[in-house]
């Protein structure tokens, strides 16, 4: 179709302004926090209201252009790319808290709010409980769309486990509620299906949200171990004992360097193999007993140090470096990529000691990240941007860590999703029976395949409209 | 500003003052920095965010695009704010290639030729030169006179519009630097400082400058004040204007260095972040390299300097107080914690909760008067959360930003005065 004829059209319902369309602007928005892999839209699309989305959507069904959902362009699997050319409708405007019901332990949000703050504004010793590592930036409806975890979802649940309801625009328009802000609906938990879908069920516009206590009391510990198998085999023995710690973290060496280097750093020794972030919360009473657990096990496993967080200020200085330690690669190289396999928790040594001999065959640096409690794993392999060479290494190693993570019984996604990247990985984990199923309850919401084509599913199943499919290289990268 | 230039449309930037490329891509695209954008915050639009710009610089850098419209755009409706600094985990010098990407824009379009002679005139003439400066502050009073009994505000074109509407109500008898060359400490002598004046705020806020060396003197720092130095620059650098800039830097050191003071004091947070910011300008300047290098670390604010140093009595001052953080202070300089502890010092001062007190007033150098419309935004947030705060009175420590925020709660109709942190210190210690 004409392309100043969609522009003008689009304009036409959410405004000048609201339509970007200049090469430059398409430009910026080829990539998310994935950066291996680029598509740069036809025009981005930013509606203020669920009025506008949907009637964006209608006029992109009835002209037959794909879309993207797209919130604060913070995924790691390249799940906002928009192939196919789409169109990329992002929900960056709707920003709005639109109530907040503490005696009913709830919020409603559209899905532009960062998830920081709901939490800030929310104040008064409640929460909303998830907590994406990139939480300062990352969006509700993304993390929606994602299913996103982080440290405390360990003991505290993932997006799922505190969303209520969702308002989603079909791909053609209707606007539908999904559960609501009671606590159960009867009927198919349709709620359930959106999150983590990926956006490719259409576009959220309203989340409601369960909000939590802020615990009453919170200690944070940080174990220091000279070998990574220590670290990793106390993290299993804490969780065989019946600790359920809120957050059980780790990071190796060539994280700690990186954290220690940049603005963000924690005071993470140096010259340790590994750090454990180990987080406890819970009413004071059963405190000591846990705390007394967590120190025997870690001293069990010859921990070098176990530093206990003195006052809130020590506590934000440890979670500092871990929440900004994917960020905080960019003191060591130009680019990263990470991933994000689950591996049962018993694994976690030998998995690592393969990650190590990955590292060195594809001559690579890979840190290592990571949520060791529910065994989500995320190697972080960073690269040089200007190494033509890289990122066809970068994945390829990628690939042989997925393919062990899922060989040992685990998973290929934790939290980052599939998207664009791990796609062709999903019949690893899935037989062509199960793929076809989810391809046929997709296909219920979304018939034509236009929301967010390419994305989850293998394009060489069948199941699967083909996609355009990105190649690195295919485009120029950007210096 | 932007608007009928021409850019050069060749990809690529030039090698006259070479774009610093690594610093650009120690990027690596998290989208940590959004949030923190005021830009990005009220457009969505992710090419009007730091990552975005960087993002867009690269491409530029790596031959994928030239200087076009829309890159002059963005990088000049980006306020230099630096909040993505303070957010950025891989510590990215944002600031320093939003500059340089103005200076590679300058040095490689035209500009309609007035516009190049209003420049040169402004940030090469008339900044530097207080008699100059003098010249043009002496109409403004002039037609201050006249305002305060006529509306004649509502007759100007809406840029001169927006520069009366920054005056000061009343302005004081200029600080001539020359009448200050040496002030005596008050009691036992601890320092020795020089006095940083700048330019445009010893006519715009001369008092500012005249309290703040009562306040050094009482805190026993003997001051000296060089009525050779000059500008400091950062009004250039943030237009793209970097020789002119350099040309200053180098004419600031020598006049400093004579002196043989340990600190050169700044009461202006965008001058101090300037200032401190002098190795950096004149990093490829064999001469002057070392010196600058070497000055910028003699550079303090005035709030780090009295933190360090014993308090004077002071008397009770019952006042609600918002502070509002200068970007330039809180992210150029990492300057957060020592201002508002002085204020809390003062008997019976209360500071109230300035809810996005970290947010940029959208004074930004003259920001307000090249992107009214985006200014207005953030300034009217800002007005709106003073109001909301419970506040008496505003402090903040930069010029730009006293005048900005008079300027909107004025026409809120709100009578809060907007006062630099030192003001009140002053206050407090002669007792009034």
New interface residues.
């Given amino acids: 179709m004409d392309h100043t004829k969609l522009i003008s059209d689009l304009i036409r319902v959410v405004g000048q302004?609201a339509v970007?369309y200049?090469?430059?602007?398409l430009?910026?928005?080829e990539?998310?926090?994935h950066?291996i892999d680029k598509a740069a839209p036809r025009a981005?699309v930013?509606p203020s209201s669920t009025e506008q989305v949907s009637q964006v959507l209608r006029y992109l069904h009835q002209t037959g252009i794909p879309f993207v959902p797209r919130g604060?362009?913070?995924g790691l699997s390249g799940g906002s790319l928009a192939l196919e050319n789409g169109v990329v409708v992002?929900t960056?405007?709707m920003?709005r808290i639109l109530e907040v019901d503490i005696p009913n332990l709830r919020a409603v949000v559209e899905p532009?709010v960062?998830n920081?703050?709901l939490s800030q504004e929310v104040g008064h010793g409640y929460a909303y409980a998830p907590d994406p590592s990139?939480q300062?930036?990352?969006s509700i409806g993304g993390n929606v769309a994602e299913n996103s975890g982080g440290p405390h979802c360990l003991k505290h649940g993932f997006t799922t486990n505190h969303v209520l309801g969702v308002e989603l625009v079909l791909p053609e328009g209707e606007v539908v509620m999904l559960g609501g802000k009671a606590e159960e609906y009867p009927g198919l938990d349709l709620r359930g299906f959106v999150i983590g879908s990926e956006g490719t069920l259409g576009v959220v516009t309203k989340v409601m949200v369960r909000l939590v206590r802020v615990p009453e009391a919170v200690k944070t510990l940080l174990a220091v171990f000279d070998t990574v198998d220590s670290a990793t085999r106390t993290v299993s023995d804490i969780i065989a004992a019946g600790v359920i710690p809120s957050a059980l973290e780790m990071m190796d060496h060539v994280v700690i360097q990186a954290v220690e280097r940049?603005?963000?750093a924690a005071g993470y020794p140096l010259d340790a193999a590994a750090v454990l972030l180990i987080e406890l919360d819970g009413p004071p009473e059963g405190f000591d007993w846990e705390m007394a657990q967590v120190r025997e096990i870690c001293q069990r496993h010859q921990a070098r140090e176990v530093r206990v967080a003195k006052d809130d200020k020590e506590r934000a200085l440890l979670w500092r470096g871990r929440k900004?330690?994917?960020?905080?690669?960019?003191?060591l190289a130009?680019?990263?990529y990470t991933q994000d396999g689950v591996i049962p928790r018993k694994r976690l040594p030998e998995l690592l000691a393969l990650v190590a001999d990955v590292a060195k065959r594809y001559q690579l640096t890979i840190g290592n990240v990571f949520h060791a409690g529910d065994g989500n794993l995320h190697p972080l392999i960073v690269y040089d941007?200007?190494d033509g060479d890289a990122p066809r290494r970068v994945q390829q190693a990628g690939g042989e860590i997925m393919a062990a993570c899922v060989a040992a019984g685990g998973s290929l996604s934790g939290e980052h999703g599939i998207g664009l990247e791990k796609r062709e990985y999903m019949p690893l984990l899935f037989s062509g029976a199960d793929l076809a199923a989810m391809a046929q309850a997709r296909a219920a919401f979304n018939p034509d395949g236009r929301c967010n084509p390419g994305k989850v599913f293998p394009t060489s199943t069948g199941c699967g409209e083909v996609g355009a499919i990105t190649k690195p290289g295919v485009l120029?990268?950007?210096? | 500003m932007a608007g009928q230039e021409q850019p050069r449309q060749a990809p690529g930037f030039d090698q006259l003052d070479p774009f610093n490329?690594?610093k650009?891509?120690?990027?690596?695209?998290?989208?940590?920095?959004?949030?923190h954008c005021p830009t990005?915050?009220e457009?969505?639009?992710?090419?009007a965010s730091p990552r975005?710009r960087i993002?867009?610089m690269?491409?530029v850098?790596?031959?994928?695009?030239g200087m076009?419209q829309?890159?002059v755009d963005?990088m000049y409706l980006c306020l230099d704010c630096r909040a993505c600094e303070s957010?950025?985990?891989?510590?990215?010098p944002y600031g320093q290639l939003v500059e340089a990407a103005r200076g590679q824009i300058e040095r490689n379009r035209r500009r309609p030729w007035w516009q190049s002679r209003l420049r040169q005139l402004v940030y090469a003439q008339l900044l530097p030169s207080p008699a100059l400066l003098a010249l043009a502050f002496w109409p403004a009073r002039f037609y201050l006179a006249l305002a305060r009994r006529w509306p004649v505000e509502r007759l100007l074109p809406s840029r001169l519009r927006a520069l009366s509407e920054l005056l000061p109500r009343e302005i004081g008898a200029p600080f001539w630097p020359a009448h200050y060359q040496q002030v005596p400490a008050q009691g036992q002598a601890r320092r020795r400082l020089a006095f940083f004046s700048g330019c445009v705020m010893s006519f715009a806020l001369p008092d500012v400058h005249r309290v703040t060396l009562q306040v050094l003197a009482r805190a026993g720092c003997a001051v000296e004040t060089p009525p050779e130095q000059t500008c400091c620059g950062a009004l250039a650098v943030h237009a793209g204007e970097r020789g002119i800039a350099r040309a200053l830097a180098r004419r600031n050191i020598a006049v400093f260095e004579k002196l043989g003071v340990d600190q050169v004091v700044v009461n202006s947070a965008g001058c101090g972040a300037m200032l401190k910011e002098y190795g950096e300008l004149l990093a490829r300047d064999h001469q002057y390299a070392e010196r600058a290098h070497r000055f910028a670390h003699q550079v303090k604010d005035v709030s780090e300097v009295l933190f360090e140093l014993p308090r004077p009595p002071m008397r009770p001052l019952p006042v609600k107080v918002a502070y509002d953080e200068p970007c330039h202070l809180q992210h150029g300089q990492r300057i957060s914690a020592q201002p508002k502890q002085l204020l809390q010092e003062v008997p019976g001062l209360e500071l109230v909760k300035l809810p996005g007190a970290d947010r940029c007033c959208g004074s930004a150098g003259i920001y307000n008067l090249t992107q009214p419309a985006m200014s207005q935004r953030l300034l009217a947030q800002k007005v709106q959360a003073v109001q909301d705060s419970g506040a008496q009175v505003v402090a903040t420590g930069n010029p730009g930003c006293i005048l900005q925020i008079r300027r909107g709660l004025r026409q809120a109709g709100s009578p809060i005065p907007v006062v630099h942190p030192v003001e009140l210190l002053d206050q407090a210690q002669r007792g009034t």
């Fill in positions: 302004g970007l200049r090469p430059e602007e430009l910026v928005y990539a998310d926090g950066t981005i930013l604060a362009g913070t992002c960056a405007r920003r532009g960062a920081i703050r990139s300062a930036a990352c940049s603005p963000v900004h330690a994917i960020g905080a690669v960019g003191a130009t680019a990263f941007a200007n120029p990268a950007v210096a | 490329l690594r650009a891509q120690s990027c690596i695209h998290c989208g940590l920095c959004l949030e990005y915050r457009t969505g639009n992710e090419a975005g993002y867009l690269r491409a850098a790596g031959g994928r695009m076009t829309a890159f963005q957010a950025c985990p891989s510590g990215v």
